[in-house]
């Protein structure tokens, strides 16, 4: 990389990084390595943001996120976790529509109950 390409990447940094080219060219260099390791991490956390809004839609239905997806696979319903989690959190009858789907499917969590719902200082009582 020349001088004039480092100096240009490098605009906007503190110190003499912005202006010295030793240390813009250093500096620049692990810039270019933070945001090629990082597009990688935004891929990973977008998809645990997707099972955690797909979660959270299941056990409102009573069904863990596990048996949704096994029951979706075994009905053959080919729809990725970034169209679920939109769908939970637009459209929460068609959703409720593939949880029952998934539920007759693979029936594996018959028994789960949600938690006892706390109102106020009633249970204190």
């Known amino acids: 990389m020349n001088k004039k390409e480092v100096f240009k990447l490098a605009k906007g940094f503190r110190g003499r990084a912005k202006n010295c080219i030793r240390i813009a060219r250093e500096r620049v260099e692990k810039a270019l390595q933070y945001s090629y390791r990082d597009r990688r991490n935004k891929k990973r956390d977008m998809r645990s943001l ?64 949600s938690a006892p719902k706390k109102e106020g200082l009633a249970i204190l009582v």
């Open 50 to 113: 997707w099972i955690e809004r797909i979660n959270a839609g299941t056990r409102i239905h009573g069904v863990n996120y596990g048996n949704f997806m096994h029951g979706l696979v075994k009905e053959n319903i080919q729809l990725n976790r970034k169209v679920l989690s939109e769908l939970s959190m637009h459209e929460p009858y068609s959703f409720k529509a593939l949880v029952d789907v998934s539920h007759t499917a693979f029936p594996g969590n018959k028994n789960m109950t």
